[in-house]
């Protein structure tokens, strides 16, 4: 990689690049501005909703091109910088691509000591998303629940980042003998799990079947756990969302109800 690059700067202002979303595709990016000696004005990937009508440049995942930058991060920057950057990719941060490509330019200028230069945005942006990312993947360790359908262990999640390379090894170590499966409904996505076997795969949708009879009572027994714990006088509705913030609720069986009639009364306190 080029160490300081003479950048274009008129005709390049509104340059687009458009990539295939992977990280392999960001990397390209990285690897077309030094080459074509531009900055683009923006990165989107395939789910751009609006585009420029002009200045668009498609970038080809080329596996040499991303070998290449992959390589030079670790060795021209530092092993910490190269786990921040990856780390970032997974964050819901907007127009991360960006900040990213800003950060791997200071990185290449000034090496690893940049990382601890006062008051740099890039570094202060790209370290507190990873901080929510983080954050996110710790909270859902203990907000997931499980059904079982057919053997299998299965839920859904929504988060705002994508979780679920952080999720596999603490469900996979914790139930090494089970079936596991989380889908991720907001980045198309899922954690699939056999034994001694994990993948994290695209995938467009997952609706699981209906709770049978058992499930729906068990789902009851963990309500009325749920119910029982509580010291109702300290209830406290604001603490409550503090820890536990409502957008997770929906996905949580505590909130649900799809208990049996004979069963629905232990839920309640009835």
Same mark, same amino acid.
């Given at each position: ?19 295939? &979303? ?34 668009? =440049? ?52 000034? &090496? ?6 006062? &008051? ?37 999640? &929504?988060? =705002? ?110």
């Amino acid at each position: 990689m080029p160490r300081r690059p003479d950048l274009k700067t008129a005709a390049d202002a509104a340059l687009t690049y458009r990539y295939d &979303g992977t990280f392999e595709g960001f990397l390209c990016c990285v690897f077309e501005s030094y080459t074509a000696h531009e900055l683009p004005a923006a990165i989107v990937g395939p789910e751009a909703a609006e585009l420029p009508l002009f200045g668009v =440049k498609d970038i080809t995942t080329d596996e040499e091109h991303a070998d290449r930058v992959a390589r030079s991060i670790p060795a021209r920057i530092s092993r910490t910088a190269d786990d921040l950057l990856r780390h970032a990719f997974l964050t819901c941060l907007p127009k991360k691509e960006m900040v990213m490509l800003r950060f791997l330019r200071q990185g290449y200028r000034y &090496g690893a000591r940049f990382l601890s230069f006062a &008051g740099n945005e890039e570094v202060w942006r790209l370290t507190e998303a990873v901080k929510q990312l983080l954050h996110e993947a710790h909270l859902l360790k203990g907000f997931i629940r499980f059904s079982d359908q057919g053997g299998v262990l299965t839920t859904t999640i &929504g988060p =705002k980042n994508f979780v679920l390379p952080f999720l596999a090894p603490h469900f996979t170590s914790r139930f090494p003998e089970e079936r596991i499966l989380i889908y991720d409904e907001k980045h198309h996505a899922a954690l699939v799990y056999r034994p001694y076997e994990s993948a994290v795969i695209p995938m467009d949708d997952f609706r699981a079947a209906p709770p049978d009879e058992e499930e729906r009572k068990f789902r009851a027994l963990w309500r009325a756990f749920y119910d029982a714990v509580e010291i109702r006088p300290r209830h406290n509705e604001k603490c409550r969302m503090t820890l536990l913030p409502k957008r997770y609720w929906r996905y949580m069986t505590e909130f649900t109800k799809d208990a049996p009639p004979e069963m629905a009364r232990i839920g309640t306190g009835a």
